[in-house]
């Protein structure tokens, strides 16, 4: 089992920026690529950022250049830089990684974004 704690969640105006954590423990061998989703009220959960264990990423358009993921693999954490934010950006943010190769995804619980225009 593999779990993961989110946090740095929070309350900002529009314009403002948050970093979130998301820090992975336990059977952590074998994880490749780790990520940022979100869910708004009334809305499908969402891909935001992914980035591998090599240092590829990938991202949504809506926050291209206004977002940006890292990744610590001695600490095995991952980082989501979220600037520019915008009312649209409110949901709960989701961590994620996957075992590829035993077709396995694990989940945070879920940190609250709240963008105040």
């Known amino acids: 089992q593999v779990q993961l704690v989110e946090s740095g969640g929070g309350l900002v105006q529009a314009g403002g920026s948050l970093r979130l954590s998301c820090a992975a423990s336990g059977s952590i061998f074998s994880i490749n690529a780790m990520g940022w989703y979100r869910q708004a009220p009334g809305k499908q959960r969402e891909l935001v950022a992914t980035i591998t264990k090599g240092g590829s990423t990938n991202y949504a358009d809506s926050v291209k250049g206004r977002f940006t993921i890292s990744r610590d693999n001695a600490k095995n954490t991952v980082y989501l830089q979220l600037n520019s934010l915008k009312a649209g950006d409110t949901a709960v943010y989701y961590c994620?990684?996957?075992?590829?190769?035993?077709?396995?995804?694990?989940w945070g619980q879920g940190t609250q974004v709240t963008v105040s225009s």
């Open positions: 994620n990684a996957e075992k590829p190769q035993y077709g396995i995804s694990y």
